[in-house]
C-alpha cells in the first residue's frame, strides 16, 4: 500500500497543520477557507476528528481511486455538521442521511447521493450484567441519551417503537456525550450509542457491555455521502467519480483492517502505538460490519426506497420542519460510470 501524498492533501503543511488551524481560531470559519483556497478541486468533508471510522476516505486517497484534484477536510469542533457544504467550501460531506433528510426540511437543500454505513450504527448499550436482555426489558428504567436530537435520539425513538414502549414507560435522562462514564458508573440503566464506538470502547475501557438491536429491519439511513443540489448539477461526473472511489475505498477498508490501520496513521499519529492501534483496530471491524453486514452487500450503495423510509419515520415522530422533503428531492443515487 502506498504512502499517503502530501501534496493530495488540504494544504502544503498537511492536515495537522489545518487541524491546528481549527483549534486556533475557535471555529469552522478559518477552516472553511483553508480548504477553499488550497483546493481548487473537489473536496470531501469528514466530521470532526481524524479517526479510524473514517479510514474507507484516508485509503482511497491513498490508493489514487480518487482524482488528483480531490482532497478530503476533517470539521472543526464548532461546525455544524453541513456548514461547509451549504457555505459551498466543501462538495460532499460525510453525514447522516437521516440528519440531511431533517436539515433538508428546514429549508437546507442537500440530496444523497451514495452510500456508507449499510447497517444502522445506533444501539442500546446496558452493563453485561443486567437483567435488561430484550428492549421491552426497558420499561421502567432510565435511558442515557446526549439529547433528543441526533441519531442517538433517533435510535431511541426507533427502540421504543420496536418494544411497543411510549416515552412516557421509560425515563430519559439527557447526559451529554457521557454515555460511557454514565453507564458505567451506574447513572442510567442503558445507554443508546453507536455498536462501533461506544460499545467498543466501553468494553476496551473495563466495562464489559452487551448491545440490543434496536429493529430488525431500522427504517433510518445513517452515515452517507451528501451533496447539495447545485453542486450535483454542476458536477454530476465528478461526483459520480467520487463516490465510485469512496465505495472502492470501503471494500479495501473492510477487506484489510490492518492496512486501514497503516492508512489512519497518517491523521491519527497516536496509532503508532501498539495498544492505540489494537484498539482502533476493533473499532474497525465493527465499522466493517456497517460498511458491509452481509457477504452480498453492495459496498456504497443507497436505496431510495430506505430513504424514503426515512422520511416517513421522523415525519411520524415529528422531527421533520415546516417541510416534508420528497425522495426525490433528497436521494439521488449515483453509480460508477
Excluded at 436482555?133 to 446526549?146: E, F, Q, V
Aim: with cysteine; charged share 15%; glycine share 10%.
Amino acid at each position: 500500500m502506498t504512502s499517503l501524498s502530501r501534496r493530495r492533501l488540504l494544504s502544503a503543511a498537511s492536515l495537522g497543520a489545518l487541524t491546528g488551524l481549527i483549534a486556533a481560531c475557535g471555529s469552522g470559519t478559518g477552516a472553511q477557507k483553508a480548504s477553499a483556497d488550497a483546493a481548487s478541486g473537489l473536496v470531501i468533508g469528514l466530521t470532526y476528528t481524524p479517526n479510524i471510522q473514517f479510514a474507507p476516505f484516508y485509503m482511497a486517497l491513498a490508493d489514487g481511486q480518487y482524482a488528483e484534484d480531490v482532497s478530503l477536510r476533517h470539521h472543526g469542533e464548532q461546525e455544524g455538521q453541513f456548514d461547509a457544504l451549504l457555505a459551498g467550501t466543501e462538495h460532499i460531506v460525510v453525514g447522516g442521511a437521516d440528519e440531511a433528510v431533517v436539515a433538508a426540511s428546514n429549508g437546507n437543500a442537500l440530496v444523497v447521493i451514495g452510500g456508507f454505513y449499510q447497517r444502522y450504527p445506533g444501539c442500546i448499550i446496558v452493563p453485561e450484567s443486567s437483567d435488561i436482555t430484550d428492549l421491552a426489558a426497558l420499561r421502567g428504567r432510565s435511558i442515557g441519551t446526549p439529547g433528543r436530537t441526533g441519531e442517538t435520539w433517533y435510535t431511541v425513538l426507533v427502540a421504543l417503537s420496536t418494544a411497543g414502549l411510549g416515552q412516557d414507560d421509560v425515563s430519559i435522562q439527557e447526559i451529554g456525550y457521557t454515555q460511557q462514564a454514565a453507564l458505567a458508573s451506574g447513572k442510567v440503566d442503558a445507554v443508546a450509542g453507536f455498536s462501533n464506538n461506544d460499545a467498543v470502547q466501553l468494553a476496551q475501557n473495563g466495562t464489559p457491555v452487551r448491545t440490543l438491536a434496536i429493529s430488525r429491519d431500522v427504517p433510518l439511513v445513517g452515515a452517507s455521502l451528501v451533496t447539495t443540489p447545485d453542486v450535483l448539477d454542476a458536477r454530476r461526473d465528478e461526483l459520480t467519480a467520487a463516490v465510485t472511489a469512496s465505495a472502492t475505498g470501503m471494500t479495501a477498508f473492510v477487506e484489510d483492517p490492518d492496512a486501514a490501520i497503516e492508512a489512519a496513521k497518517e491523521y491519527v499519529p497516536d496509532l503508532a502505538d501498539a495498544t492505540q492501534a489494537a484498539h482502533a483496530r476493533e473499532v474497525a471491524a465493527a465499522t466493517g460490519e456497517l460498511i458491509r453486514p452481509a457477504a452480498d452487500t453492495a459496498v456504497g450503495s443507497l436505496d431510495a426506497d430506505r430513504v424514503g423510509a426515512t422520511i416517513s419515520f421522523l415525519g411520524d415522530h415529528g422531527l421533520l420542519g415546516e417541510g416534508t422533503p420528497t425522495t426525490d428531492a433528497v436521494c439521488d443515487p449515483l453509480t460508477a460510470q
